[in-house]
């Protein structure tokens, strides 16, 4: 959940590593740090708090140096401190981590009982130790190799001892001029640069300066330096030039366009993601219709299939559980769907005919990343969802229904959602059409959905003066029937996450099965109320919430004069969205509850891109 950067090449490295730091900030801030490689030895700038802090604590140093690592940290093991931020120097090497060793502790004690010694809490600074260790090992019995192979064998003998994910980038003071870096199964990704080597954990820090770049090959060792890049398989000492791949994403779409903040500014691309979702995915012609060019997949996922699992996590997850509705009403498709960090570490069923769609954003997060690999290994047919094309989950999944959604900075996820939902949603009714249940009015109800969601957005003003004045509430519930169920635990957790107050979701069905016992004047209940199948039920539940002197925002459909009149004649809330298709009905309330979430916690002050905590992209279990 790190962001690490390296560079080497003429130019001077810092501004490279603090601009690529910001960047990807995003992945963690709690504390950062840069060794620049000067003369004979390193400068170690680490700082707590975020990259700002360290670029400030860096500003007139006057380094000018060409090789440097640099991090951003979410910390796990170790406070987040300045002794725990990296780099982590052992002797001869210095190193940035992103990742978890899960056998710390047992190096650890290992090293320590060689009269080692350890200056931070760190994982990362026991794989530093280890490497050092190995390498000096390696000189005494072996002092004719070369500084470079001496380095090579020792973090090769270090990887197989080490268990964990990972993904590092070290220098050495033995081999000058030269950065180094593996990766077991957190991504590393290297580019070329005129006269220079830019090597990131994500693309986001390298877009800006180049668009193409290589994915280091897990367990393979990458070498760069001036300009030059290599990759070597462990065990061999022949380099290869590196595999690149064209990347789509362009350094524009990673700013903040003059919006306080990624998020609000991705908010309002939604009308614009759904559309590059759907786009050439809509019915051609009137009986017609045809979506995914998914001929090779109609054979191995959809022709035969008899149960479908869909894991994710967070936000992702519950994209799923609403698609869950999808898939079954339409595709006729026993569908399941679970937590990756439960699905994992149970002993699901995986009987032929199954299929498994892990859903995420950032194709990294480690859990779903486990669940489709036991999925895989279990025979069953994959495919993902994801938003990066190029993350490891994409790549490992069978099949790819990609999102369209384009760079996702903010922390907590919305575009991301939008462009999941909208492509479970064609996804479900594509299927459904393949396997004889044709529903052309869905269909045609995805097309007007950009253009609904502008009119949704057109009252964002609103909304999020509405989320102002939730600032003092003590709870905010958030309740749905259908697909509107996991709709509200979307809603609790965009509000719990940007503005730490208390907020849960619930299944309107069970509030009077226990949540109602938290009803009072101090609490506000968003409810979500369109004409659906199960409107009536929503009334009565509005009735009980009333009755109970609770607060209300309801959100339903803007011809619904009754709920409209009962809540403004009470002093509650209602929010009117264009009505709309049972399908695409979710895709239009999360704007509202994206924008509640929003305004609460501008009126408290959070941080909106960066919640306290929390990190983009998940790659530790
Ligand atoms: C919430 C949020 C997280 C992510 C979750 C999964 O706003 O962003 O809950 O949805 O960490 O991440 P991905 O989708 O990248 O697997």
Same mark, same amino acid.
């Given at each position: ?15 490279? +590593? ?10 963690? #801030? ?86 080692? !010694? ?32 001496? +380095? ?13 994910? #990972? ?18 199964? %957190? ?13 990131? @954990?994500?693309?986001? =820090? ?15 060792? +990458? ?51 759904? =559309? ?6 809509? *019915? ?25 699992? +869909? &894991?994710?996590?967070?936000? @992702? ?22 937590? %990756?960090?439960?699905?994992? #570490?149970? @002993?699901?069923?995986?009987? *032929? ?21 036991? %999925?895989?290994? =279990? ?75 502008? !009119? ?45 107050? *208390? ?26 109320? *369109?004409?659906?199948?199960?409107? @009536? ?25 009754? &709920? ?10 209602? &929010? ?10 979710? &895709? ?34």
């Amino acid at each position: 959940m790190c962001g690490i950067v390296g560079y080497v090449g003429q130019k001077t490295a810092k501004p490279y +590593l603090l601009d690529g730091l910001k960047r990807l900030e995003y992945r963690g #801030y709690d504390s950062a740090g840069l060794a620049l490689f000067s003369e004979k030895d390193y400068v170690i700038k680490r700082n707590a708090g975020p990259v700002q802090g360290l670029a400030d604590a860096t500003l007139d140093s006057g380094q000018r140096e060409t090789m440097g690592i640099a991090h951003t940290r979410w910390a796990t093991h170790g406070a987040p401190n300045e002794t725990n931020a990296h780099p982590h120097r052992a002797g001869d090497l210095v190193l940035v981590h992103n990742g978890i060793i899960e056998n710390y502790s047992e190096i650890k004690d290992r090293l320590t009982k060689t009269g080692v !010694r350890f200056s931070s809490q760190t994982d990362t600074e026991v794989f530093a130790q280890l490497i050092e260790f190995h390498r000096r090992k390696i000189q005494d019995q072996q002092p004719n190799l070369s500084a470079e192979d001496i +380095l090579i064998s020792a973090l090769e003998t270090s990887m197989k001892e080490v268990d964990g994910h #990972y993904a590092i980038l070290l220098m050495a003071r033995s081999v000058p001029g030269k950065i180094f870096g593996v990766q077991n199964g %957190a991504p590393l990704v290297a580019s070329p640069l005129k006269g220079g080597c830019l090597i990131a @954990s994500d693309i986001q =820090a390298i877009i800006p300066y180049h668009n193409e770049v290589c994915f280091l090959p897990k367990g393979e060792i +990458l070498v760069a330096e001036n300009g030059k890049f290599w990759t070597r398989a462990p065990g061999s000492s022949a380099l290869h030039a590196p595999k690149l791949e064209r990347m789509d994403w362009t350094a524009d779409k990673v700013e903040k366009d003059g919006f306080d903040s990624f998020m609000l500014k991705e908010i309002f691309q939604q009308p614009l993601v759904v =559309a590059d979702t759907l786009s050439g995915r809509l *019915p051609a012609k009137e009986h017609e219709p045809f979506i995914w060019d998914h001929q090779k997949a109609h054979e191995v996922l959809w022709k035969n299939v008899k149960k479908l699992y +869909l &894991i994710a996590c967070g936000t @992702s997850y519950h994209a799923a559980l609403i698609s869950k509705y999808f898939f079954e009403k339409w595709a006729k498709i026993d569908c399941e769907v679970d937590i %990756a960090s439960e699905f994992r #570490y149970r @002993s699901p069923v995986l009987a *032929p005919g199954t299929v498994v769609g892990v859903i995420s954003q950032s194709g990294e997060t480690a859990d779903t990343l486990a669940a489709l690999r036991l %999925a895989n290994a =279990a025979g069953a047919s994959t495919f993902s969802i994801c938003n990066v094309p190029s993350s490891t989950i994409a790549r490992e999944s069978g099949f790819q229904y990609p999102t369209k959604a384009g760079p996702e900075i903010g922390v907590a996820s919305t575009k991301a959602f939008t462009a999941q939902l909208t492509v479970l949603c064609t996804l479900a009714l594509d299927v459904g059409r393949l396997r004889g249940h044709l529903d052309l009015a869905s269909f045609r109800a995805l097309a007007r959905l950009p253009h609904d969601l502008d !009119r949704v957005l057109g009252q964002s003003e609103t909304f999020i003066k509405i989320g102002e004045k939730l600032k003092d509430r003590r709870m905010v519930l958030f309740v749905g029937r259908g697909t509107m169920y996991p709709m509200a635990l979307e809603g609790a957790l965009k509000m719990k996450e940007l503005t730490y107050l *208390p907020s849960e979701g619930f299944a309107a069905g069970e509030l009077k099965h226990g949540p109602i016992a938290y009803i009072d004047k101090d609490i506000t209940v968003v409810t979500l109320a *369109p004409k659906d199948d199960w409107y @009536s039920k929503t009334l009565s539940n509005l009735e009980e919430i009333r009755a109970r002197g609770g607060h209300i925002i309801a959100i339903g459909s803007e011809t619904d004069e009754q &709920i409209k009149r009962q809540c403004l004649s009470g002093g509650d809330e209602f &929010i009117g969205l264009p009505e709309s298709a049972w399908g695409t009905q979710p &895709i239009l309330s999360v704007v509202p509850l994206q924008l509640l979430a929003y305004g609460c916690a501008k009126a408290l002050g959070r941080n909106i891109d960066k919640p306290r905590n929390l990190a983009k992209s998940v790659t530790v279990e």
